[in-house]
C-alpha cells in the first residue's frame, strides 16, 4: 500500500484518498450528475471521473468481477498485456499511477462492497477411489456416465460452473458425454487434458505408468498435452499415445480393443507378457513378479472374462505359451504374489 501511494506523489498524482473515493463512489452508483455541458469547460475532476468510470469498465472487462476468479484473471490480465494492440500498454506511466490510485481505493473503498457479493464461492468435489481388483460406474450432475477401471482416482464437482465442466483423472475411464456445446466438457489427466462438448472415449492416464492414452470412440475431442503446448484433433477410431507429457504418435484403431474393459472384458493384441502382467496386477489386485527377465518380452493375444479367477487366466496363457509357468504364493492379509518362471520342458 505505501509503494503504491509513495509511486503517486513521486509522478505528482492527485494521492488524496478523499477525493479519490467520491470519484470512486460516483463510479460505483453509477452517478453522472455532475457531468458537464458543451458549453462550460471540463473540471480536472470532471476528467479524473470519465477517466475512472472508463478504467473501471476495463477492469471490469479483465477481472469479470460479477464471477471473481483469480485464476481466470490472471490469465485475462496476461492475455491482454501480451497483446500488441492492448488499451492497457497504451496507458503511459501518469496513467499507471492513476490506475494504482483507483486499485488502491478499490481494494479500500466503496467498490470492494461491489465486489465481494459476486465473489465465487469454492467449489465443493467428490472423489472416487476405485480399489484393485474392481470396477465402478458413477453418473456425474449433467447426466454425463463415466466408467472407472481398477486402482482409479476421479474427481469430480458436486455441481459444474456456469462456463465449463471440469473433471479429474488418474487411472483409466470410458466416458459418455452428455452434449453441451455451451458448457465443454474438460478431462484433467496428470500430463495433458482433454476437451469435449459431447462424445465417447477412453483415458487411460495412471500417474505411475510411464506413458498414457486417448481412444476416441464418437464425436470429436482436443488433446492437450502439457509439455510443449502440443494440441491434438482426434476423431472416430483414433488413439493417441502421450510419453512424458509429450503427444507421442497418433495411430487408427479398433476402438473396441481399448473399451472393452468396461464390459468386463480382457482383451490383448499382440501385447507383451509385461504389459499384461502390469494390468492384471490392478484388475486382480495381486503383485506379480518374474522370475526370468527374458519372459516379459513374449507377446499374447486373446479374449478373457474379468469375472474368471486369474488362476484361469494364468493357465490360459501358459497354454498358449509352453515356456512359461505360474507359481503363486499366497498370503494372510496381504496381496497373493503370482511368480512367472520359465517352464522346465
Known amino acids: ?3 503504491l501511494a509513495s509511486m503517486v506523489k513521486m509522478n505528482k498524482v492527485n494521492n488524496n ?33 470519465q477517466w475512472a468510470r472508463q478504467t473501471n469498465e476495463h477492469l471490469m472487462q479483465v477481472f469479470s468481477w460479477d464471477r471473481f476468479d483469480k485464476k481466470e484473471a490472471k490469465f485475462r490480465l496476461n492475455y491482454r498485456l501480451s497483446r500488441k494492440d492492448s488499451l492497457l500498454q497504451r496507458f503511459n506511466r501518469q496513467v499507471w499511477m492513476k490506475a494504482a490510485v483507483i486499485l488502491l481505493a478499490l481494494i479500500t473503498g ?9 465473489k465465487k464461492q469454492e467449489t465443493s468435489y467428490s472423489e472416487v477411489t476405485v480399489p484393485l481388483g474392481q470396477m465402478s460406474q458413477i453418473q456425474l450432475p449433467d447426466g454425463s456416465v463415466v466408467w472407472l477401471n481398477s486402482g482409479s482416482v476421479f474427481k469430480y464437482p458436486t455441481s459444474f460452473d456456469q462456463k465449463k465442466r471440469e473433471v ?46 486417448v481412444t476416441l470412440v464418437e464425436g470429436k475431442v482436443l488433446l492437450h498435452a ?3 503446448k502440443q494440441s491434438q484433433i482426434l476423431v472416430p477410431g483414433q488413439r493417441a499415445s502421450i510419453r512424458n507429457g509429450k503427444i507421442d504418435k497418433l495411430t487408427e484403431v479398433d476402438t473396441e480393443f481399448y473399451t472393452s474393459w468396461k464390459d468386463e472384458k480382457i482383451v490383448f493384441r499382440q501385447e507383451s507378457l509385461e504389459e499384461i502382467a502390469r494390468k492384471m496386477e490392478r484388475w486382480y489386485n ?10 516379459k518380452k513374449l507377446e499374447f493375444s486373446g479374449t478373457f472374462l474379468k469375472n474368471k479367477p486369474v488362476s484361469q487366466v494364468l493357465k490360459s496363457l501358459s497354454i498358449m505359451n509352453d515356456q512359461i509357468d505360474f507359481v503363486t504364493e499366497n498370503r494372510i492379509n496381504q496381496k497373493n504374489i503370482i511368480y512367472i518362471v520359465k517352464k522346465n520342458n
Open 1 to 3: 500500500m505505501h509503494s
Open 286 to 295: 495381486v503383485e506379480i513378479q518374474f522370475k526370468d527377465e527374458s519372459l
Open 110 to 118: 466503496a467498490l470492494l462492497h461491489a465486489i465481494l457479493p459476486g
Open 168 to 213: 479429474f483423472i488418474d487411472g483409466e475411464a470410458f466416458m459418455e458425454v452428455a452434449h453441451n456445446p455451451k458448457k465443454p466438457f474438460v478431462v484433467n489427466a496428470p500430463s495433458f487434458a482433454v476437451e469435449v462438448l459431447g462424445t465417447s472415449f477412453n483415458v487411460d492416464a495412471y500417474a505411475t505408468d510411464s506413458y498414457s492414452s
Open 226 to 228: 502439457n509439455q510443449e
Open 17 to 49: 484518498d478523499t477525493y479519490w473515493d467520491r470519484l470512486v463512489e460516483r463510479v460505483f452508483q453509477g452517478d453522472g450528475s455532475q457531468k458537464q455541458t458543451n458549453e462550460q469547460p471540463e473540471t480536472q475532476e470532471e476528467k479524473d471521473y
